[in-house]
């Protein structure tokens, strides 16, 4: 079994500041990690994946993720927020090369202030 | 390339009536999902198709939802009759098979349904 758990459901950040979303996840074996982020009436658009190779992983507009094994986590961190980012993000797992679903985190909104 | 397109963008209809949901995933993805998210919660797990076979239909939430895929290409979500707590956004979504598949699953911007 597999699944994510997202601490925060809402999230506020100055712009230029931090933003760091947590993601937990659990799985029987070596997972593959997904962060995907919705922005207002579209769809969901991949910022980065972890697939067992580099633990810190680097995705669009400036996120990362750093996978822990240790800490089972995937936290995904920018250094400088802009008001673009404000959107909901969403932590994923699958076992991995399409033989099960993503299975999703109940999301993190993100808002900006100026 | 044309991404997943998802139609109707937005379904209002009311309790008791039918509503279909289509998606036409990219072109050469035999896996093609569909996930639907209710009020807010998280996104859930419908059902997965392998070309027109389907491999896991456990999230589907009882037999008022029919989804077919015929052919391998496009795919159908029917809910008859529609209830109240159907209401949600449906998201289509799909992948290769394969050694090309890193998991990573392509959206549609989804079908925003609205049962009164």
């Known amino acids: 079994a597999q699944s994510v758990t997202q601490l925060g459901s809402h999230v506020s950040v100055s712009e230029g500041a931090l933003v760091l979303l947590r993601c937990n996840y659990s799985?029987?074996?070596?997972?593959?990690l997904f962060w995907y982020v919705q922005y207002p009436n579209q769809g969901l658009q991949l910022l980065l994946k972890?697939?067992?190779?580099?633990?810190l992983v680097k995705g669009i507009n400036g996120f990362e993720a750093e996978f822990k094994k240790s800490e089972t986590s995937f936290h995904l961190t920018k250094p400088s927020a802009h008001m673009s980012d404000a959107a909901e993000y969403f932590c994923a797992v699958t076992l991995g090369t399409g033989r099960r679903a993503l299975t999703f985190g109940s999301g993190t909104r993100l808002q900006v202030q100026p | 390339e044309a991404g997943v397109t998802q139609f109707p963008s937005h379904s209002v209809i009311e309790k008791g009536q039918t509503v279909t949901l289509r998606c036409d995933p990219i072109s050469g993805h035999d896996n093609l999902y569909w996930y639907r998210r209710v009020m807010g919660k998280e996104i859930k797990f419908l059902l997965h198709?392998?070309?027109?076979?389907?491999?896991?239909e456990s999230g589907m939430p009882n037999n008022r939802f029919l989804a077919e895929r015929t052919g391998g290409t496009y795919s159908t979500l029917k809910v008859q009759p529609a209830e109240l707590e159907d209401s949600g956004v449906y998201f289509c979504?799909?992948?290769?098979?394969?050694?090309?598949?890193?998991?990573?699953?392509?959206f549609g911007e989804g079908s925003r349904l609205t049962v009164l």
């Open positions: 972890y697939t067992s190779a580099a633990t």
């Open positions: 799985s029987s074996v070596p997972p593959y």
């Open positions: 198709f392998v070309k027109e076979s389907k491999q896991d």
């Open positions: 979504a799909s992948s290769q098979v394969g050694g090309a598949n890193t998991g990573e699953l392509f």
